[in-house]
């Protein structure tokens, strides 16, 4: 037994994960490698804590939960030409770069394959990389600029997502000049009884650490150093899987730019009070994101004196930081939220296991909870027939589906 097994049979005896070495004698010399490389990184005390949580997540009842203040677009009147001017200004010089979080397993869509990649059925057959392309470049020609775009892609699904943007020409990009892939962080998954899982090729089960992981991404790859080399002050993050994204909005960067605020978010009113959706408020007096979960009815119902909704602006994943925001929110971990999801695992025999149900924790970070970082933050409600319409599930729900993702793209745009 060579001296790092050695060290690493005690280790995982000590957090009692012994299971993962069950298929190391199985493995080429590589793997082998591999597989205590992983073992080396895992973090077993933060895991023993994300266990626990899967036990009733720590929820600080003491959060006071007040309003935040938000501009609707629809009412900006004489001031919509305002911050349109000092927006396009600042997209003219070149100041903003747009990112794509890819990194989601879709596994809701049920997609095999990068949920970018998936074609929600539109006369084009264009992709969802395809429409997020064209919105991209056809904002790049009315400014007269090339807007940088940088994908965060999942360790499982980045192979296939480039090899997906180089059989597409990379949409007219420029791979490593304008056009930028970057990985995000993973975590281990575990069962119900708190042992980590082993994937498929023998090794640790790994899966990316959610939208949150974004901001550390950005900065552990070097991309946030990238965008500054290519002048850029504003980030616009988005989700892949809402085929209405408008990344390149001219009054959000110039109410960002106007207000002297960090982060602008882009939010839709909720279709009803009870629609369960996170929501844009103050959380201790900081900007924050509360799920339906966490506010009571009559927080849910409450109006102010023009008859809206006090906590009604659903977060859409729409959101402008500027770079030294990014970099500060990735200098701080995130919490970690958990969810329970499907995941094929090799039982202790060997034997692959596909489950069908969820069998097994996943820990994510969401982006939102480092709005608290920032002081302030401006929130632009836009019109929700406009600028979102997600592709979460097959069209077996109903809601949220390609179905519904493809009659509101065909609204706004036709088939281009
Ligand atoms: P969702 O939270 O809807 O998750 O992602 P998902 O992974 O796409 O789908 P399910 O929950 O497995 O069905 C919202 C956005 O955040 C990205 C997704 O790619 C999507 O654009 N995301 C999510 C990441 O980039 N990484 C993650 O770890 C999670």
Redesign the pocket.
Known sequence: MDKNLGEITALLKKYNQEQLLNEYENLDEQKKKMLLEQIENIDFELMNHLYLTTKGENKNQSDTITPIDYLDKNKLYDDYKYYDNIGKKAIEEGKLVAV??????????GHTGP?GTFDIGLPSHKSLFELLSDSLKEAGKRYDVTIPWFI?T?KENHKATVEFFEKHRFFGYQKNKNLFFFN?GQLPMMDTEGKILIGEDGLVKL?????G??YEALVKNKMTDKMRELGAEWVFIG???NCLVRMVDAVLMGIAIDKEVTVACKSVVKANPHEKVGVFCKKNGKPNVVEYSEITDEMAEARDEDGELLYGESHI?CNLFSVDAVERMGARPLPYHV?Y?KAKYLDKDGNLVVPDSPNAYKF?AFLFDAFGEVDDMAVLRVNREEEFAPV?NSDDAGVDCPKTARKLYMNLHGDK
């Not at 794509?100 to 879709?106: K, L, N, P």
């Not at 899966?207 to 939208?211: F, T, V």
């Open positions: 794509t979080m890819a990194g989601g397993q879709g596994t809701r869509l949920k965060m999942s995000q899966a990316a650490d959610g939208h992981g974004i989700g892949v899987d994943l969810a999801k994510e979460k």
